[in-house]
């Protein structure tokens, strides 16, 4: 009988309170995370500057706040939790991406939130940046992997890692 593995999605993470500087709006901590490069696919890459710039180059982008996170953290996620993440990132793109209706909607977040699973092929716990850029065929992203050790990214509360806030 085949073993299912468990799913992974990335969840936001903070550090510091640097994220609050860098980003006009910083992602929560402890909310799922995709990448989001889709929301610079209409910019013209002369026209970003500051926390937008910024946002683009390295930020992963918060499920919930629609903010945006330097790192993110492997997690487990259940099902329950992919199919979540896949209706309000769709409800996002109808309401703030011009989406011409939800199915189209569902179909581009259910790729996205595949793409940030794959992502996932560490063990949990690994943080994960990203660093992208305009090129002559789109945007290139590349992923970077951290392994803390010792540390523990699942956690039953968000929290901002060495804080009790």
Not at 25 to 48: I, N, R
Not at 80 to 91: C, E, I, N, W
Not at 125 to 134: G, I, M, Q
Request: with cysteine; net charge negative.
């Amino acid at each position: 009988m085949p073993v299912n593995k468990p799913r992974k999605l990335p969840r936001a993470v903070r550090l510091d309170d640097s994220d609050g500087q860098v980003y006009a709006v910083p992602a929560q901590p402890g909310e799922w995370a995709v990448p989001g490069g889709f929301a610079f696919l209409d910019h013209d890459p002369s026209s970003l500057s500051g926390k937008h710039l910024q946002a683009f180059k390295s930020g992963f982008l918060g499920v919930g706040s629609f903010g945006r996170t330097t790192l993110v953290a492997i997690t487990e996620a259940s099902e329950a939790d992919f199919r979540s993440v896949v209706d309000q990132l769709a409800t996002h793109l109808v309401d703030h991406y011009g989406a011409p209706d939800l199915t189209a909607a569902m179909q581009a977040a259910d790729e996205e939130v595949n793409y940030a699973e794959s992502l996932c092929e560490y063990e949990v716990n690994t943080l994960l940046a990203v660093e992208r850029e305009f090129t002559v065929d789109g945007i290139s992203e590349r992923f970077k992997k951290f392994i803390p050790a010792g540390a523990e990214w699942e956690q039953a509360k968000p929290l901002v890692y060495g804080k009790d806030s």
